[in-house]
């Protein structure tokens, strides 16, 4: 199995290296790009450092635009979609590998521990969530996970280009809704928790904002309701 890592990447400079660092110990990884966002910090420098190709965008663009430019320069059978901040224990993406090598799911998504720290109101997440079960009848533990393993060419069958942090749901949307097995699989990852400061919140309405898009865009579905066809 071949796997080529895609790390879209904003001033992340403080974890990137050693999630780099750690993707590099599994033997499935080939090549390991970061696409650095728009960064104002030292996130390029901390990535090529460990190894990782760098791709630099002159402007933040946002998650889903940041993935689908990476996306152009892989060439592995599978893509690894891989936040930033994991640090060592990015080397759990091992077990994201499982259910494709058995044939049992086109789209591997990671499930984290409980939170250690007591983070917001989990509107969005129950919104993604929601969602996903309304359109499909499917129910995600962790409808927003950023880790996943896939085969490249399923980007390409997205029914709409992703806006932001839309990728994740649009992702899990579409290609459940094509009838593409997803699975989730426990894992001891861990990232930078996002607590109730404002910088969190802020974050958590980008999310928002991103997701409302990706379900207007896919509205007509949203009302017909599960089992429905494209």
């Not at 970061?34 to 760098?54: F, H, L, N, Y």
């Not at 404002?198 to 509205?219: K, M």
Request: hydrophobic fraction near 45%; aromatic fraction near 6%.
């Amino acid at each position: 199995m071949e796997i080529d890592a895609l790390i879209p990447a904003y001033n992340e400079a403080a974890l990137v290296g050693r999630t780099v660092t750690a993707l590099f110990k599994l033997p499935q990884i080939k090549q390991v790009l970061v696409i650095d966002d728009g960064s104002t910090d030292g996130t390029a420098a901390e990535a090529a450092a460990a190894g990782a190709r760098v791709l630099r965008l002159t402007r933040n663009l946002g998650k889903g635009e940041a993935v689908l430019f990476g996306a152009h320069f892989s060439t592995a059978p599978y893509i690894a979609l891989v936040d930033a901040d994991l640090g060592d224990s990015a080397v759990e993406l091992s077990r994201l590998m499982e259910p494709l090598v058995a044939g049992e799911a086109a789209m591997s998504v990671a499930c984290f521990p409980a939170n250690r720290r007591r983070g917001g109101f989990g509107l969005v997440k129950k919104l993604a969530g929601w969602s996903i079960y309304r359109c499909t009848g499917s129910l995600m533990r962790e409808p927003l996970s950023g880790q996943r393993i896939l085969r490249r060419e399923l980007l390409q069958r997205l029914s709409f280009p992703p806006r932001g942090f839309g990728l994740e749901v649009a992702l899990t949307l579409d290609l459940l809704q094509q009838g593409w097995p997803v699975v989730e699989v426990p894992t001891s990852m861990s990232h930078r928790e996002r607590g109730r400061e404002l910088s969190s919140f802020l974050h958590r309405g980008r999310q928002c904002v991103d997701l409302i898009h990706e379900l207007w865009l896919r509205r007509e579905r949203l009302l017909r309701g599960k089992g429905e066809a494209q």
